[in-house]
């Protein structure tokens, strides 16, 4: 019995740090500049979603008309996808405003699968985030990533830290990447794609 349980769970830890690995190279590979930071933020997004974010649907709402009245994609310093995915479940997607900005998707239509993914967001207790977090950590330094030899990792990797001992997850993007790739999106449920027309 012992010996299954521990096939089973080196099992577990290998599919988990396959598809951890497979997620770390794709956001490096599509934003260069993130910091732990923002990888911690990809990460969170995919396991709590947008539940954060909607304690008022009027006020969301609203907040979401100025950034779009604001928000030039002509601006944006590089090419971004229409929907990308988040984390290593990909439970959660964001989609960039532009879909509405072009036409592709309705003010309407995006904002209800936005607020229907707020409401079916998943409820995960901070600490068993915080020790997946731990073991995504781990992933990352054993694979090397450019980012933890960047001068500022230790000191975000200790400030997410401090957070998560707080009972919070909430995390934000870091200066360089909000310069770099100018990121206005919405967390959306991978499920609701279909009534988006993606």
């Not at 100025?66 to 601006?75: F, G, K, M, W």
């Not at 310093?77 to 439970?91: A, C, I, K, Q």
Request: proline share 5%.
């Amino acid at each position: 019995m012992t010996i299954l349980f521990s096939c089973a769970q080196s099992t577990e830890d290998r599919l988990f740090e396959e598809k951890v690995t497979t997620a770390l190279k794709q956001q490096l590979a599509r934003y260069p500049q993130s910091s732990v930071r923002d990888i911690y933020k990809n990460f969170f997004q995919d396991k709590f979603g947008p539940g954060h974010l909607l304690s008022d649907t009027a006020a969301a709402g609203q907040y979401l008309r100025r950034e779009l009245n604001s928000y030039n994609p002509d601006t944006l310093p590089v090419f971004s996808p229409y929907v990308d995915s988040t984390g290593w479940e990909h439970r959660f997607v964001r989609v960039d405003l532009r879909v509405i900005k072009e036409g592709k998707v309705s003010y309407r239509d995006y904002f209800e699968a936005f607020v229907r993914s707020a409401q079916n967001a998943p409820a995960v207790s901070v600490e068993d985030w915080s020790r997946e977090w731990t073991r995504i950590v781990a992933i990352l330094e054993k694979q090397q990533c450019p980012v933890i030899h960047h001068p500022q990792y230790t000191i975000d990797k200790d400030s997410i830290t401090v957070l998560l001992q707080r009972g919070e997850y909430v995390g934000h993007h870091s200066p360089i990447y909000v310069a770099s790739y100018a990121p206005h999106y919405r967390l959306i449920a991978a499920e609701e794609l279909q009534s988006l027309g993606f």
